[in-house]
């Protein structure tokens, strides 16, 4: 499935492709893109982690994805994390394949000139247990099935079968026998659990005999289909399983499996998941051991979500934005013996130094909510202290050679985190690179989180290469850091403005050109357009006025309780922000007010101007005595008695800033000022 990238892509990524090679590193990268609905309604679609459509869609998508990128894989549904308030774990539909793309069961469903598999019948109830009989018979352990009732669709037949795998002692090479035992249990106990999923997650398992192992092969059978819920087991046992039970199908339709991944399959398997969460499908990419995989990834992804539907933005009223749920990018090694970064602690805190010294990193390819409310601030918002991330990094860079994971995780994890100690808030996240308190937390990986979904593939892409390639750049001593920048007030103030992160990612793509890693501007200006809408773009005889959307950082608000006892973040979004962008021509002919306010005059081009305003008057919020200040009136006013004056009003930033007819100008007031003496950012609450 590759894609055609540009001539300076293509050549860029070779060349840094080329330079991890030499230094002996395998940096792979990971993704976790999210779409949403083209109509995208309803709660699972805002707020919530599921709903009524989110499964259908997931399952349209995976077949896409089987069509265009691997045919033949496996389609495994899988219970997924459950959080706080939810009453069911969260599902993942994970695609399954060989190391090498193959199939891992040639099912005679799918072999060239079968019938279409969705009309072929499921099995009836007597060859349901002669499935059973018959897998017995292959594995030289005849199976005891228990029949267990559905209280739910009272038409399914459903056995349950323990089935476990005991490998021989000693054994080097996974060798071992098939166990089962007798399920024992009163009819008025065989009941599955009243819970929507698969069977195999609604065992009266509390009914299990004492002190064996929970591992039990599910079989459920309905007139509109049939599945398996497969046993907990390790990869080449569970593979000689799937292949019996598709040799015994031919003729049926194509089971709906279910079950867990086993723990060995790195190297093995390659994994894609689809998985419900909050108010998107997110969908979590296999490794990816070069930056062309994960670009043809994210163009098959848009071509699959497209065919089904779905898309990576959503529209709100005439503007387009990001799903919400992010497009987060990681990085890692291909097993944790090659993991980069265990061995090279300096090189990663070069890596965090340069990331801090550049905000585009953070902001412009982030969503509306940033900063130290956001779903990831920067260090320099969380938890840490300057002179405790900097104390962090000279250790980390004075360890001795070796793998030193445990160091750089206990060193960097209590640090990289919100202000309320969250390590899975962090705008580079190692709450998944070593924490052997959680279960997920020993794989090697940096996650980048301020990153946004985009809506065009190549787009991503982009980012992704400029990501891969501050990697290699950053190999090199010299380009890195020495400390960290102290941004102070600034970061919030005047870092934050459209035309300061512009500025910012130029200096960040002159310092790869200079190191002969050169990216096209043209993608990211597109980007940027794209993130900071003008809201007023307004030009005669040589003055010039520019008005665009800019960040705001929305301040946290307590903890407020919900519904089922929960509590829930909540950010007082109601302030917005924009930057006025006006050629000296303009200033020398006009002065500028809001809302009667004048702005500062010709302030020449070191120092920008936005203004800060309240869109709305929400609850909770901050300051609710404090009205919203929309619509907000802009005029043009010319110097002494000239005519040519503008006026404009903006009712929403969907709308922009809207020419009203010839009138006067409001009278004049105070003038604008912010929240400290020589801020950028002015404040309409002042």
């Avoid at 501050?470 to 090199?476: D, E, S």
């Amino acid at each position: 499935m590759p894609i055609s990238a540009t001539a300076a892509a293509t050549t860029t990524a070779a060349a840094v492709e080329q330079r991890l090679q030499e230094a002996s590193i395998a940096l792979t990268m990971g993704g976790e893109p999210t779409l949403v609905p083209l109509q995208p309604e309803g709660a699972e679609w805002t707020v919530s982690a599921d709903g009524p459509t989110k499964l259908a869609y997931a399952h349209a998508l995976a077949r896409q994805l089987q069509q265009r990128a691997w045919p033949g894989s496996t389609l495994l549904h899988c219970p997924g994390k459950r959080y706080d308030g939810e009453v069911n774990p969260r599902w993942v539909l994970r695609l399954i394949t060989g190391s090498q793309g193959q199939p891992l069961v040639h099912w005679p469903q799918l072999a060239p000139g079968a019938s279409d598999p969705s009309t072929a019948p499921p099995p009836t109830s007597a060859e349901a247990k002669q499935l059973l009989e018959a897998l017995g018979a292959d594995l030289n352990c005849p199976l005891q099935p228990l029949p267990l009732q559905d209280p739910l669709q009272a038409e399914h037949r459903v056995w349950a079968v323990p089935l476990s795998w005991q490998e021989e002692e000693g054994s080097t090479t996974g060798e071992g026998h098939w166990q089962t035992l007798t399920w024992d249990l009163d009819d008025p106990l065989r009941q599955l659990l009243p819970a929507p999923g698969p069977a195999g997650l609604r065992l009266p398992l509390q009914h299990f005999p004492a002190g064996a192992l929970r591992q039990v092969l599910t079989l459920e059978c309905s007139p509109s289909g049939w599945g398996v819920f497969l046993p907990p087991l390790p990869r080449r046992p569970l593979e000689l399983l799937l292949g019996r039970l598709a040799l015994h199908s031919t003729g049926w339709a194509l089971p709906e499996l279910s079950g867990v991944l086993p723990l060995d399959t790195t190297g093995h398997w390659q994994v894609l998941g689809l998985t419900a969460d909050p108010g998107v499908l997110e969908v979590n990419l296999p490794v990816c051991h070069s930056w062309q995989e994960y670009a043809d990834w994210i163009a098959v992804l848009e071509q699959a979500g497209a065919a089904v539907g779905l898309r990576s933005w959503k529209q709100q009223g005439e503007r387009a934005e990001g799903t919400g749920g992010g497009n987060h990018l990681l990085w890692g090694g291909p097993d944790l013996e090659r993991n980069p970064f265990f061995s090279r602690p300096a090189w990663l805190v070069g890596i965090l130094r340069y990331w801090q010294h550049h905000p585009s990193l953070a902001y412009l390819f982030s969503g509306r909510s940033v900063g130290p409310a956001s779903q990831a601030p920067r260090p320099d918002e969380g938890s840490a202290s300057l002179l405790d991330l900097e104390l962090a990094h000279r250790a980390l860079e004075q360890l001795a050679a070796g793998d030193q994971r445990v160091a750089i995780s206990e060193t960097l994890r209590h640090l990289h985190a919100d202000r309320s100690g969250n390590s899975h808030r962090s705008e580079i996240s190692l709450d998944k690179f070593w924490n052997p308190a959680w279960t997920a937390g020993c794989q090697g990986l940096l996650e980048f989180r301020a990153l946004e979904s985009l809506p065009h593939h190549h787009w991503t892409a982009a980012v992704a290469l400029l990501w891969r390639a501050l990697a290699a750049h950053l190999l090199n001593p010299d380009h890195r850091p020495r400390q960290l920048h102290d941004w102070g007030a600034s970061l919030h103030d005047r870092a934050l403005l459209p035309s300061q992160l512009w500025a910012d990612l130029e200096r960040v793509l002159a310092d790869l050109a200079s190191d002969g890693l050169p990216l096209e501007a043209e993608p990211f200006r597109a980007i940027w357009t794209w993130r900071f809408p003008a809201l007023l773009d307004w030009h005669q005889d040589g003055a010039s006025l520019v008005i665009r959307q800019a960040l705001e950082p929305w301040p946290l608000l307590c903890d407020t309780p919900e519904e089922g006892g929960t509590t829930s973040r909540f950010v007082d979004s109601s302030l917005r922000r924009f930057e006025v962008v006006a050629n000296p021509a303009l200033h020398q002919r006009y002065t500028l007010r809001l809302q009667g306010r004048p702005l500062p005059g010709d302030h020449g081009s070191e120092q920008p101007v936005a203004v800060r305003y309240r869109q709305d008057a929400l609850f909770p919020c901050l300051h609710p005595c404090l009205p919203a200040h929309v619509p907000l009136q802009l005029d043009l006013v010319p110097h002494g008695e000239a005519a040519g004056g503008r006026s404009w009003l903006l009712n929403t930033e969907a709308e922009g800033f809207l020419e009203l007819p010839p009138g006067p100008a409001l009278a004049a007031g105070d003038s604008l000022r912010g929240a400290s003496p020589g801020a950028c950012c002015l404040d309409l609450r002042l």
